[in-house]
Nanobody
Framework: QVQLVESGGGLVQAGGSLRLSCAASGRTFSRYAMGWFRQAPGKEREFVAAISRGGDNTYYADSVKGRFTISRDNAKNTVYLQMNSLKPEDTAVYYC????????????????????WGQGTQVTVSS
């Protein structure tokens, strides 16, 4: 089992940047593919970005491609989401999620494919 704690959210002006972090407990972080999702008020939770166990594969939602970058540091049990050129429509609670998988290059984009979730961190982008 793994516990996930997000941090780094806050209030930023449009065009600004934030870096979210997600720290995982335990000694098996490298066994998990990781993902970031977000949920705006009144909307479904949606996929943002995913990264494979070793970090060799990444995948992004079209809405954030070219602006957001997902990365991980397995030595620090942490996954990151660098968010640049933020827009008001990026405002949401951001969640990280972990998917246990035997495949080193596996990643996932569906909510149901993830096994563990963090509590979320609020990101608010003002216009």
């Amino acid at each position: 089992q793994v516990q996930l704690v997000e941090s780094g959210g806050g209030l930023v002006q449009a065009g600004g940047s934030l870096r979210l972090s997600c720290a995982a407990s335990g000694r098996t972080f490298s066994r998990y593919a990781m993902g970031w999702f977000r949920q705006a008020p009144g909307k479904e939770r949606e996929f943002v970005a995913a990264i494979s166990r070793g970090g060799d594969n990444t995948y992004y939602a079209d809405s954030v491609k070219g602006r957001f970058t997902i990365s991980r540091d397995n030595a620090k049990n942490t996954v990151y989401l660098q968010m640049n050129s933020l827009k008001p429509e990026d405002t949401a609670v951001y969640y990280c999620a972990a998917r246990q998988t035997p495949r080193y290059s596996d990643y996932a984009t569906g909510r149901h494919e993830y096994d563990y979730w963090g509590q979320g961190t609020q990101v608010t982008v003002s216009s």
